[in-house]
């Protein structure tokens, strides 16, 4: 396709980036945010979509899974926290559910990172920044038998602006074998990461206005999480007469607590709406695929064949706490889910510019519910479902070519959302199972043009249709089920590279996105908050598609060659989203410069200086509308201690724009020396 492309690690390497997960900035119209703590998973942003923390944006590293199925946050929870960029390859981008080897979670996006296998110099860097930023980190790797042995780690501590500070505690370590290459060989690799920080979560913009908070200010301390994560995977693959081959297996074992109260005084008047939710999982799987080569009536022709599967075995809690003390239990499950998916593809090389891949793609999933304190939440549920894909390429002609593409795909919706019957805070409310695998169905046709020399340009117009964006709300226990929603775009990428030591990017992403049909539930909704226009106000009925980015842009300017000087310019935009369906509230538009200056010597030494939110950017990383209730609220006190407000309305709170904001200017300064 036209959107599709690879990145090399030693451009990701060349952005100044705050996370690590940001170095993902490279896609074409992604957004990478944080509205809460510097070890939880980020927030996604591509082709329209809140991706939240990962739905329908499949992420791999080295063959490996990231995005998690029944998590106890959200589901395809994507936490890449203990990825160290310098330890990636390669990035290698596909969108849209057009790929028979592509599967859940991937319907917007599909990325794979790829791990080095060897340092060219084995290196040590240390990093001294703003708010307290400490970075420590190693890499080296030797020659081991008939392979190479890499090990690196790193270790780091950060407190962040905040009034409150994060107080971030990282280790890292990665150990991984290779021999041979990618296409002949074989890696196994083994990952250790733990991480414990406080979180200031996003606030309403009442109390910021008011002088209630300081903008970075924090309503509940308390916040905050820790994560342990182990990981080890093996890969494999050979070419021969016929073709080629592959197969890789992983297991990865985690542990996540995470404490967060986004509604402050709605549910619990007294003590706050802290919850802690709770995530242990071993998740076990693999695949395999081989390729043919061969002809069909003299044209040549590739089918590839491929088998993967996935076990995961999940302990969830949900739990209402006081400054992470236990109060009350919500649910508790254990679940066991399981996948097994085939695929193939074939593709027809018609002419020397003309070339088909028609494929398809059949999954199966499976998975029990153990509710422990309500059975009637227990359960069994399973479900399949087919893919056809295609995509056609005609070209080049004048150094252009021309893509499309057409295909289904699908992503998992929570197992507990597939068996729940009554709402997890109230039994006596019945509430409906949603679908346990969701479709989608999407097209795309695209032009990439090298005309002029030294510049590729490519302009892809797609559209994505989505029967449900149903998902389980993890803060909740239940599920939340919207409409069918429909979007339709156009990515514009340009990269100019006039000589070796100058890099020029530019992007732009515009989408359309709205819901489908008309939301009655949330029209009755509006109707029973009526002479209270602090909580009617944004709940009325629309199509609007909650923080859905119609206007994305980015672009860059990075200098230099491998010794001397050298430095970046970024720019990022991420125009004004709705933020409630009705389109009352929106957010501001987010624009963000971060700038990078350094000197490499020929003996590997280097001193880089990252300067980040560069104009001192006073915005927002992440805007929410929804209700909330504090105990200045004049609601406040029609809700309690007796109620005097209707049920619905002090059940809902006060609407309001929720914000988190932008962490202020900042420096990172980095010595970095070899050995």
Not at 95 to 117: Q, R
Not at 324 to 348: G, H, M, P, Q, W
Not at 361 to 378: K, M, P, Q, T
Request: proline share 4%; charged share 20%; aromatic share 10%.
């Amino acid at each position: 396709m036209a959107s599709e492309m690879r990145i090399s690690g030693v451009t990701l390497n060349a952005r100044p980036a705050t996370r690590p997960a940001e170095v993902l900035e490279a896609v074409p119209g992604l957004i990478v945010t944080q509205h809460s703590g510097e070890g939880k998973a980020n927030q996604y942003f591509l082709r329209g979509y809140n991706l939240d923390h990962g739905t329908d944006l499949a992420i791999y590293v080295d063959d490996v899974p990231v995005n998690m199925r029944t998590h106890a946050h959200g589901q395809g929870y994507a936490d890449l926290n203990w990825l160290m960029p310098e330890t990636i390859n390669s990035l290698d981008i596909r969108k849209g559910p057009y790929f028979a080897d592509e599967g859940d979670f991937g319907s917007v996006g599909n990325l794979h990172i790829g791990l080095v296998d060897r340092a060219e110099h084995n290196t040590a860097s240390v990093t001294v920044g703003s708010f307290g930023y400490r970075r420590l980190f190693g890499m080296g790797s030797s020659k081991v038998g008939d392979g190479t042995l890499l090990v690196a780690g790193e270790g780091g501590v950060y407190n962040g602006p905040w009034d409150n500070p994060d107080d971030v505690r990282k280790l890292n370590s990665l150990v991984r074998y290779t021999q041979g290459t990618a296409t002949d060989g074989l890696s196994l690799t083994g990952m250790a990461y733990a991480n414990r920080w406080n979180s200031t979560d996003q606030l309403p913009t009442r109390a910021i206005e008011s002088g209630l908070l300081p903008r970075f200010g924090a309503i509940d301390p308390s916040d905050g999480g820790r994560i342990d994560r182990f990981a080890v995977s093996g890969r494999i693959a050979g070419t021969d007469d016929l073709g080629a081959w592959k197969a890789n297996g992983y297991a990865v074992k985690s542990s996540l607590d995470l404490y967060n109260n986004f509604t402050y005084f709605l549910s619990n008047l007294e003590f706050g709406d802290q919850f802690h939710q709770h995530d242990g999982r071993l998740m076990v799987g693999g695949s395999m695929s081989r390729s043919f080569l061969g002809s069909l009536g003299g044209l040549p022709v590739e089918t590839v064949v491929g088998l993967q599967t996935r076990y995961d075995a999940i302990d969830l809690a949900l739990t209402n706490t006081y400054r992470r003390d236990f109060l009350s239990n919500i649910r508790s499950d254990k679940v066991k889910e399981t996948s097994v998916s085939i695929y193939a593809e074939n593709t027809v090389h018609w002419t020397s510019w003309l070339r088909t891949t028609f494929g398809w793609r059949g999954d199966y999933y499976d998975a029990s519910v153990d509710s422990l304190f309500n059975a009637n939440n227990s359960g069994h549920a399973n479900e399949a479902i087919g893919s056809p894909k295609f995509r056609m390429v005609i070209g080049p002609f004048q150094q252009t070519e021309l893509f499309f593409g057409a295909g289904m795909g699908m992503h998992s919706n929570d197992a507990r959302g597939a068996t729940t019957t009554e709402s997890p805070t109230d039994p006596s409310t019945s509430v409906s199972p949603s679908p346990f695998l969701v479709r989608t169905k999407g097209a795309e046709v695209g032009v990439r043009t090298r005309f002029v020399p030294g510049l590729t340009s490519t302009v892809s117009l797609f559209s994505l249709d989505q029967a449900s964006e149903i998902v389980f709300s993890g803060d909740a226990g239940d599920t939340s089920a919207s409409r069918a929603s429909r979007r339709y775009g156009v990515e514009f990428t340009n990269e100019y590279r006039p000589f070796d030591w100058l890099d020029i990017d530019a992007d732009l992403a515009l989408t359309h996105a709205r819901f489908v049909g008309y939301d009655s539930e949330q029209a009755d909704l509006y109707a029973s908050l009526a002479a209270y226009p602090e909580a009617q106000f944004g709940n009325a009925a629309g199509n609007y598609i909650p923080n859905a980015p119609a206007i994305v842009a980015s672009a860059g300017v990075t200098v230099g060659e491998k010794t001397g000087w050298f430095g970046g310019l970024r720019w990022r935009y991420i125009g004004s989203v709705p933020l409630t369906e009705d389109n009352a509230w929106r957010s501001k538009p987010v624009s963000i410069f971060n700038a990078r200056a350094g000197y490499r010597t020929v003996d590997g030494w280097r001193i880089q200086l990252d300067v980040l939110n560069l104009f001192n950017a006073a915005t927002n990383q992440i805007s929410y509308g929804y209700g909330s209730l504090l105990k200045t609220d004049s609601l406040f006190n029609l809700c309690y201690p007796v109620p005097t407000a209707p049920a619905a309305v002090c059940q809902n709170g006060v609407m309001d724009a929720v914000v988190h904001p932008v962490e202020p200017l900042a420096v990172r300064l980095t010595l970095a020396g070899s050995f």
